[in-house]
C-alpha cells in the first residue's frame, strides 16, 4: 500500500516536498515512480527511480525543477519540487513496479504499464 503526502496550496515560485510512504513491503526492490493528472487531462509521467542503480528518469519539461529520491530505510519515496508553475497543478500519484526491470531504457520507467501498485494522489495547486 502506498500513501502519498504533502501536497496543497503554494503561490508560484514556491516548493513543495511530496512524500510516499509503503507499507506491506520493501521498496528497495521496487522501480518507483510519480505521475501526475490535471483536470480533464491523461496521467502523465513525472519522475522515476530505479530499483537497482538508483538512477533517477524525469520528464524532459520537469528534470529541471524537480527531484526524486527515495529512502529505502524509512520505505518512502520523495519528489522535491522547486519554482512551481501554474501549470504543475494536478493531483500527483506515487507508484510501485515489481517486475524487476533493471535497465536502462526511458520509456519503461515513463509507462504506467510498469507500476502495479498506485498511491491514492495528493493535491497540488498552484496559484499564480
Known amino acids: 500500500q502506498l500513501q502519498a503526502s504533502g501536497g496543497g496550496l503554494v503561490q508560484a515560485g514556491g516548493s513543495l516536498r511530496l512524500s510516499c510512504v509503503a507499507s506491506?513491503?520493501?521498496?528497495?526492490?521496487?522501480?518507483l515512480a510519480w505521475f501526475r493528472q490535471a483536470p480533464g487531462k491523461e496521467r502523465e509521467f513525472v519522475a522515476a527511480?530505479?530499483?537497482?542503480?538508483?538512477?533517477?528518469y524525469y520528464a524532459d519539461s520537469l528534470k529541471t525543477r524537480f527531484t526524486i529520491s527515495r529512502d529505502n530505510a524509512k520505505n518512502t519515496l520523495f519528489l522535491q519540487m522547486n519554482s512551481l508553475k501554474s501549470e504543475d497543478t494536478a493531483v500527483y500519484y506515487c507508484?510501485?513496479?515489481?517486475?524487476?526491470?533493471?535497465?536502462?531504457?526511458?520509456?519503461?520507467?515513463?509507462?504506467?504499464?510498469?507500476?502495479?501498485?498506485w498511491g491514492q494522489g495528493t493535491q497540488v495547486t498552484v496559484s499564480s
Open positions: 527511480h530505479s530499483w537497482s542503480g538508483g538512477r533517477s
Open positions: 506491506g513491503g520493501n521498496i528497495s526492490v521496487y522501480s
Open positions: 507508484a510501485a513496479g515489481s517486475s524487476g526491470y533493471s535497465g536502462g531504457y526511458y520509456y519503461v520507467y515513463a509507462a504506467r504499464s510498469t507500476y502495479e501498485y
